[in-house]
Antibody, heavy 116, light 108 residues
Framework: EVQLVESGGGLVQPGGSLRLSCAAS????????MHWVRQAPGKGLEYVSA????????YYANSVKGRFTISRDNSKNTLYLQMGSLRAEDMAVYYC?????????WGQGTLVTVSS | EIVLTQSPGTLSLSPGERATLSCRAT???????LAWYQQKPGQAPRLLIY???SRATGIPDRFSGSGSGTDFTLTISRLEPEDFAVYYC?????????FGQGTKVEIK
């Protein structure tokens, strides 16, 4: 069974940093691209970042480019999102996901709160 | 970037009625790589449909998906009380894997 479990969310001050993790199991993590999306309170789903299976290619939404870094450790079956220069508008639930055998999977999310 | 536009923004219906939700793409979603999600307040999105028409495990057969190319539809044949929620479509054929803005199905 495919499982994705996010962690690392919490309260951070504006301008601060946070690293999110996503532990994957139930599939061959190293052969699939991985993704992060987020949902601000009361808003829709926003696609944030993606990374190819070997980590060689990445994508960032304009809203996070230059501030967030996506990475993965295929030996640990774990995806990361390093978030820096955090702003109030980055406050959201962050979900990691993948498409495995043509079916999308998403985790349950981790909440990032940006506030002083 | 493929932009997905969902309509209507809000659908006001009564339990037992049929709901028809639309998702239109600015480019062809090849391979029918289109998914539908249901989201209730405080919960993560729940996958309903993938591959445009395949129901995810455990999803009742009153939910059905159809369409291809640029036009897709989610139909709920007879609304149950637990179906009142927000529904999103998502394409996963190209990066970025964009979402529609959502359709809220509310009780009339």
């Amino acid at each position: 069974e495919v499982q994705l479990v996010e962690s690392g969310g919490g309260l951070v001050q504006p301008g601060g940093s946070l690293r999110l993790s996503c532990a994957a199991s139930g599939f061959t993590f190293s052969i699939y691209a991985m993704h992060w999306v987020r949902q601000a309170p009361g808003k829709g789903l926003e696609y944030v970042s993606a990374i190819s299976s070997n980590g060689g290619n990445t994508y960032y939404a304009n809203s996070v480019k230059g501030r967030f870094t996506i990475s993965r450790d295929n030996s640990k079956n774990t995806l990361y999102l390093q978030m820096g220069s955090l702003r109030a508008e980055d406050m959201a639930v962050y979900y990691c996901g993948s498409v495995v055998d043509s079916r999308p999977y998403w985790g349950q999310g981790t909440l990032v709160t940006v506030s002083s | 970037e493929i932009v997905l536009t969902q309509s209507p923004g809000t659908l006001s219906l009564s339990p037992g009625e049929r709901a028809t939700l639309s998702c239109r793409a600015t480019q062809s979603v090849t391979g029918s790589s289109l998914a539908w999600y249901q989201q209730k307040p405080g919960q993560a999105p729940r996958l309903l449909i993938y591959g445009a028409s395949s129901r995810a495990t455990g999803i009742p057969d009153r939910f059905s998906g159809s369409g291809s190319g640029t036009d897709f539809t989610l139909t709920i044949s007879r609304l149950e009380p637990e179906d009142f929620a927000v529904y999103y479509c998502q394409q996963y054929v190209s990066s970025p894997r964009t979402f529609g803005q959502g359709t809220k199905v509310e009780i009339k």
